[in-house]
């Protein structure tokens, strides 16, 4: 993905003033009624989390995983889970959460995989 202006206009202790959100994106906002939450519906409800003066969204594990541990057993770093969208459904939300002044930070599994 390419680096947002945002990224390159601000210095790098950004966090010391950040109000930070943490999404379990599994139990946030469902937008398909399969009863899982997916990107579409968190990034429907981003308004509501500006709302709340949140300033950076940490998201917990997104990438393709068979969810033994949570989602934290990655399969595939290169592919978000099924049940939570496409890779076109986080760049949206990615876009959408820029545009809006709010940055996101992601758990990146790197010591254990599942397979």
């Not at 009624?33 to 981003?46: A, N, R």
């Not at 500006?50 to 997104?62: R, V």
């Not at 990438?63 to 592919?79: C, E, F, I, M």
Request: proline fraction near 4%; aromatic fraction near 14%; charge should be negative.
């Amino acid at each position: 993905l390419p680096i947002s202006s945002m990224a390159t206009d601000t210095p790098v202790t950004w966090y010391k003033d950040a109000t930070f959100y943490e999404v379990s994106i599994r139990s946030f906002m469902d937008s398909n009624g399969d009863g899982c939450g997916d990107f579409p519906g968190l990034t429907s409800q981003l308004d509501y989390i500006e709302w709340l003066g949140a300033t950076c969204i940490w998201l917990l594990p997104m990438l393709d995983s068979p969810l033994q541990d949570g989602g934290y057993d990655v399969r595939d770093y290169y592919t978000i889970l099924s049940k939570y969208g496409t890779m076109e459904d986080f760049k949206a939300f990615l876009d959408a959460a820029h545009a809006r002044n709010i940055r996101v930070i992601a758990d990146l599994v790197l010591n254990h995989t599942s397979e």
